[in-house]
DNA sequence: TAATCCAACTCTCCCCGTGG
DNA sequence: CCACGGGGAGAGTTGGATTA
């Protein structure tokens, strides 16, 4: 079979983020939820992806196999993590509806920062952001996900990292109603740390 | 004529009231 | 207290109409 630009769209977008599930899909391709699944049945027919019922209830998830990431910049995860999947499908939803209101924007996922900084050898400094958002005059946004209150001093010490890049303008910080309190006080002196609250992205 | 769209359908889980 | 079951919600499927 011959992928189309949006096959390779897809491979691309769900290796960006690792794993999604199908409503990332549905509302990143802007198409129905009927069309979302016939699409993926092929990709995974075809072995590029791999779908997956992980939590009863939920919607599938969907990674891809080592011949769909030929298609991508990125080598296919490992493995679904579980600690860490509520993060991560909240984290999709705040990357795709940033994309929806700043579509000049670049979005840069975790995985691609994580990735280039290896590549670049750039291991300076301990943290990577959950996302970038590179805007065309070059003005760089760090995005983080906050669901629980991280210590302060950790806190402290990624806003400080932050503070000494020259390319980072500003830390937009999602937060879970917990953080948001945990943070408020933080922010409230660092013009460029912004709060918004994650009600709406809680899927 | 193959790809795409979409309404309406099934399936399954879960909540919650009722009756033993 | 538990067993049953109606109803609702959300995930996933199907088939016929439409489009390019």
């Not at 995860?77 to 993060?87: A, C, D, F, P, Q």
């Not at 805007?135 to 990292?161: C, T």
């Not at 937060?175 to 409230?188: I, R």
Request: aromatic fraction near 10%; charged fraction near 25%.
């Amino acid at each position: 079979m011959k992928l189309t630009d949006r096959d390779i769209e897809i491979l691309r977008f769900i290796n960006d983020c690792g794993y999604c599930v199908t409503p990332h899909l549905t509302n990143f391709l802007s198409v129905k939820r009927a069309r979302t699944y016939q699409l993926m049945r092929r990709l995974v027919q075809r072995k590029f992806v791999i779908k997956e019922h992980l939590l009863q209830g939920h919607p599938a998830l969907y990674y891809l196999t080592s011949k769909g990431a030929n298609f991508t910049d990125l080598p296919p995860i490992e493995y679904v993590s579980l600690g860490t999947y509520r993060h991560q499908i909240i984290m999709i939803n705040v990357a795709l509806k940033l994309m929806r209101v700043h579509p000049e924007a670049i979005w840069i996922s975790e995985r691609h920062l994580k990735h280039d900084k290896c590549y670049d050898g750039i291991g300076k400094r301990g943290h990577v952001a959950d996302g970038l958002l590179l805007f065309p005059d070059n003005r760089q946004i760090a995005i983080e996900v906050e669901l629980s209150v991280k210590g302060r001093q950790r806190i402290e010490g990624i806003i400080k990292s932050y503070a000494s890049q020259f390319d980072i303008k500003e830390v937009w910080y999602f937060c879970s109603q917990s953080a948001y309190n945990a943070l408020s006080g933080l922010a409230a002196k660092k013009t460029y740390i912004k709060l918004f609250p994650i009600k709406e992205f809680l899927a």
